[in-house]
């Protein structure tokens, strides 16, 4: 075992195959000189040394000193990438700034609820949906996610109490198409996921109202009328022409769960689809997350928690980890206060330091005042805000919508 020193640290060079979770990884060597890290950081668990292994390296360069133990873990290493990557995954040069897309994710956004709202009223009159009209919103919808998935993203923490089952599939549309597009689907995929999306909770329009919104816990027979909705809705797909077998199979298992204890097929491990798997964890953070009128939502921390909690007994572990990266410790949209009192919007992840995210300020809650809206990197040392909490506009009387509607869209 080699080792290589700087004035600073003395860092070990070592074969891949003596690599284990929780050591510090500040270089890799490889074979393929294209090959290359986006960032250094911890090595999480046995899987990200397998990946390692596939993309072809061969050793790696590790800090001793800054080894943990793997639950103290916070920042991990992302995946080499190649120096040209895949046409599906090179940057859109179509890309533009949050400010440039914001306007026309808020139409898009608003259109769909419509949309939406037509299509439900639809299937309670017997009506056929207009899968044409669905599927040109939703890819729109992918569209604006290529440009900057930041601006649908923030749309989506917008949340109105008593359109929850409108803004639910509309939310988890726009996640699944994030989370699809974190993971390399090609964009022709990524159009059916979406659609799929949209369209997974399409039978509870068909379940009583009283049960549908009952704040308090259902009675064995409510739970069994609840379970239908997902009968019911494969049942309208059923008499809806083009419709994808990967939109059907998001409909059928987006309640499936891998120990069997889903419904309503009980279906188990490898009998769930990849888009099962994925929807199952993207359906469920928004519902966690979601304000209700009978309840209040979690913060993003507070749902991740549970996932992982609940992996891989419920979820599949490794998509619970990358859904997570994907949208990041606290996801582009939510609502934070700093330790100064400033009180902003998380507007742009950082990928190399996930905890010190992009935030755009625009209150102060020591002086109960509006202040100059301003976007702070906070991994930049001149910054010495950190993020304190997440926070609930309601916290301090903001209205949120209105702020949104005068920075971004007005």
Aim: hydrophobic share 35%; glycine share 6%; proline share 4%.
């Amino acid at each position: 075992m080699g080792s290589e020193k700087t004035s600073e640290n003395t860092f070990n060079d070592i074969p891949i195959v003596e690599l284990r979770p929780g050591m510090y990884v500040v270089s890799i060597s490889t074979d393929n000189q294209k090959l290359s890290m986006k960032s250094e950081g911890y090595i999480l668990n046995d899987e990200g040394v397998s990946k390692l292994v596939k993309s072809g390296v061969k050793r790696v360069c590790v800090d001793p000193s800054k080894e943990k133990k793997t639950d103290q873990i916070d920042k991990v290493m992302l995946e080499p990438s190649s120096e040209t990557p895949p046409k599906n995954q090179q940057k859109d040069k179509t890309q533009v700034s949050l400010e440039q897309e914001m306007k026309q994710a808020s139409t898009l956004y608003q259109n769909a609820k419509v949309l939406q709202q037509k299509m439900l009223a639809s299937i309670t009159e017997g009506k056929v949906i207009d899968v044409e009209a669905v599927q040109e919103s939703t890819n729109a919808m992918v569209d604006s996610i290529f440009r900057n998935q930041d601006a649908l993203s923030c749309m989506s923490r917008l949340r109105i109490k008593d359109e929850y089952l409108v803004e639910h599939s509309l939310n988890v549309c726009i996640l699944m198409t994030i989370f699809a597009k974190h993971l390399g689907f090609d964009k022709p995929s990524i159009e059916e996921l979406a659609l799929g999306a949209f369209l997974h909770d399409i039978g509870k329009v068909l379940v009583p109202d009283e049960i549908l919104n009952k704040p308090g816990k259902f009675t064995q027979v409510e739970y069994k009328m609840m379970q239908d909705h997902v009968l019911l809705g494969l049942r309208v797909l059923e008499e809806t022409p083009e419709i994808s077998d990967i939109a059907i199979s998001m409909v059928r298992e987006h309640h499936e769960r891998i120990d069997g204890t889903g419904y309503p097929h009980e279906l188990e491990g490898d009998e769930i689809s990849e888009y099962g798997l994925m929807i199952a964890i993207v359906d469920s953070y928004d519902a966690m997350t979601a304000e209700r009128v009978y309840r209040s939502g979690m913060h993003p921390i507070t749902a991740f928690k549970n996932l992982i909690k609940e992996s891989p007994t419920y979820y599949d572990e490794a998509l619970v980890e990358q859904f997570i990266q994907c949208l990041g410790v606290y996801p582009v949209g939510t609502l934070v206060c700093l330790n100064s009192g400033k009180i902003g919007l998380i507007s742009k992840l950082n990928k190399s330091k996930p905890l010190n995210p992009y935030v755009r300020i625009f209150y102060n809650a020591r002086l109960k005042q509006a202040i100059a809206m301003e976007e702070i990197d906070l991994s930049e040392s001149k910054y010495k805000d950190q993020i304190d909490r997440c926070i609930k506009p309601e916290e301090f009387s903001l209205n949120l919508v209105g702020f949104f509607k005068a920075t971004f869209i007005d």
